[in-house]
């Protein structure tokens, strides 16, 4: 009996440290993805900030539409310029951006489909979320992006509206 405890005593010495390499290597793993988690969050919040401004901002350049001595979101075939700033004031209100950065993040157009043609506005807002954890990967910013259409005018058979799309 002396020798069956030696024996199993010396196999339970020689597995004592595998708990810890792995409970070492499920910590690493937990934390790698608590940090894509944090990252991807981040832009998720980002995303809808500019989701919220691309919205309001079509929906700001649709108000525009009906006014004005050319009515229509175009003129002459390009887009009105009371629509475009209409649009991108609501961005520098809503984001707290400035100029230079709505100029180079923010595109205001009008869609050339048929039923809303010259009656709909669209805007696209871009912008980078800076990533804490991705840096390590390699990856310093994520991309974001959102857009928003807004639509001033009769559509068939409806009556006169403002809807968001």
Not at 49 to 73: E, H, K, R, W, Y
Not at 149 to 165: C, D, K, M, Q
């Amino acid at each position: 009996m002396a020798g069956e405890s030696t024996s199993s005593g010396r196999a339970a010495r020689r597995d004592a440290g595998q708990i810890l390499v792995l409970f070492c290597l499920s910590m690493v793993a937990m934390l790698v993805a608590l940090a894509l988690l944090y990252d991807g969050a981040r832009a998720l919040v980002l995303r809808r900030q500019l989701q919220n401004a691309a919205d309001a901002a079509a929906l700001a350049g649709a108000n525009v539409i009906s006014s004005g001595t050319t009515p229509g979101c175009l003129n002459s075939g390009v887009i009105r310029t009371a629509v475009a700033t209409a649009a991108k004031d609501s961005v520098k209100t809503n984001l707290g951006w400035s100029d230079a950065t709505v100029a180079s993040n923010v595109v205001v157009s009008c869609p050339t489909d048929a039923w809303l043609r010259n009656l709909a506005v669209t805007v696209a807002i871009n912008d980078t979320a800076p990533t804490y954890f991705g840096r390590i990967a390699g990856s310093s910013n994520l991309a974001v992006g959102a857009s928003g259409t807004a639509v001033n005018g009769s559509l068939p058979p409806g009556r006169f509206s403002v809807v968001e799309l």
